[in-house]
């Protein structure tokens, strides 16, 4: 294993949550913007800190800070974000909209997440953080 242990980045608004059958990888999800904005934020924290894709066990954070409860609950805002942030490809999708965004993962597949931290905190602005970390 080479690079750091551990990544951390912020995202304004909501981030995407899992809670129909459509994939959040469809070009007209209703979501695609929170989809989208989490792999930005993520490509980039991962430029900043030459963060390699995580082959062994993770842990992940999310920490959604808003006025008031945001529009969704714990599991489907971790299972949204758990599933943009992994590198597996969803099968037989075109994810050709989103470009070079289609290549971000900090993890291999989800299934790698042993240990999940998961806060709502009071905010004027509507952001998330999201730590990833290998785990040892």
């Not at 990888?25 to 929170?34: G, I």
């Not at 904005?37 to 991962?46: I, M, N, P, Q, S």
Request: proline share 6%; aromatic share 6%; with cysteine.
């Amino acid at each position: 294993m080479s690079g750091p242990d551990v990544i951390e980045f912020e995202v304004k608004g909501l981030p995407p949550k899992k809670s129909e059958a459509k994939s959040l990888f469809a070009a007209d999800h209703p979501k695609a913007d929170r989809v989208a904005a989490l792999l930005k934020a993520a490509r980039d924290a991962v430029q900043r800190v030459d963060w390699e894709t995580a082959t062994g066990r993770v842990a992940l954070d999310l920490i959604i800070y808003c006025p008031d409860r945001p529009d969704g609950d714990a599991t489907n805002f971790l299972g949204g974000v758990a599933d943009v942030l992994q590198a597996t490809a969803p099968l037989n999708m075109d994810v050709a909209h989103l470009q070079d965004l289609a290549v971000i993962g900090l993890y291999t597949d989800d299934k790698q997440i042993s240990q999940i931290v998961y806060q709502e905190l009071p905010s004027s602005e509507v952001r998330y953080r999201i730590r990833v970390s290998r785990v040892q």
